[in-house]
């Protein structure tokens, strides 16, 4: 889908949700003028897949470079942050536990 802006300039095809509630039923075409031509359509600077796709995979990367430097999987430390920081009472409780077991483990 291309259509074009004043002047002969193609907009991105990229589909954009709405606003309000029901936004996500009511998508309409990006408004801004593309920037790359892929073989699937226009798109501007924020959505043309292949940028889209290398964010992704350096957030990726930067996450699992830190996962791998506090040397747990991702589901583990994920939860473990996430208790430390919103339970902190039972997050101690179940470390206590965990740091038993593997000294138990141990010896």
């Not at 291309?2 to 949700?17: A, F, I």
């Not at 430390?84 to 206590?96: A, F, G």
Request: proline share 3%; net charge positive.
């Amino acid at each position: 889908m291309k259509t074009e802006l004043s002047g002969g300039t193609v907009r991105c095809s990229y589909k954009v949700s709405g606003a309000g509630q029901w936004g996500y039923f009511n998508k309409h075409q990006c408004s801004r003028k593309a920037a790359v031509n892929r073989p699937d359509g226009a798109f501007c600077k924020q959505h043309d897949p292949d940028v889209k796709q290398a964010k992704r995979n350096a957030r990726a990367a930067k996450w699992d470079a830190e996962y791998k430097q506090l040397g747990v999987a991702k589901k583990d430390a994920t939860v473990g942050l996430w208790m430390r920081e919103n339970k902190p009472e039972q997050y101690n409780e179940i470390d206590e536990k965990l740091r038993e077991t593997e000294t138990q483990g141990n010896n």
